[in-house]
């Protein structure tokens, strides 16, 4: 069983950056795709990034893309996301979440565990 922690997370100004980590427990873990999932205050679970279990591949959703770069360390059990040019409706609670393939998804059921969330709270 793979236990994941998130941590990065803040209050950022419009436009600044955050880097959220998400360290995992367990041996598995390089074979393991790594997905970001944001769930905002409302509003439903959204596909944010994904990664391979080695790192090679990687998939974003189109609000990100281009301002949002998924990575891992797997020498150090941890992914990371890097969140640029931030905007108000970025903010949400972001979940780091893993699966038992190594292979990339979009989709929430899809991953077998999560993370409790960290919060990113973006001001205008």
């Known amino acids: 069983q793979v236990q994941l922690v998130e941590s990065g997370g803040g209050l950022v100004q419009a436009g600044g950056s955050v880097r959220l980590s998400c360290a995992a427990s367990?041996?598995?873990?390089?074979?393991?795709?790594v997905g970001w999932f944001r769930q905002a205050l409302g509003k439903g679970r959204e596909f944010v990034a994904t990664?391979?279990?080695?790192?090679?591949?990687?998939d974003y959703a189109d609000s990100v893309k281009g301002r949002f770069t998924i990575s891992r360390d797997n020498a150090k059990n941890t992914a990371y996301l890097q969140m640029n040019s931030l905007k108000p409706e970025d903010t949400a609670v972001y979940y780091c979440?893993?699966?038992?393939?190594?292979?990339?998804?979009?989709?929430?059921?899809?991953?077998?565990?999560w993370g409790q969330g960290t919060q990113v709270t973006v001001s205008s």
């Open positions: 367990g041996r598995t873990f390089s074979s393991s795709a």
């Open positions: 979440a893993g699966r038992s393939r190594w292979t990339l998804a979009r989709r929430a059921d899809e991953y077998d565990y």
């Open positions: 990664i391979s279990g080695s790192g090679g591949t990687s």
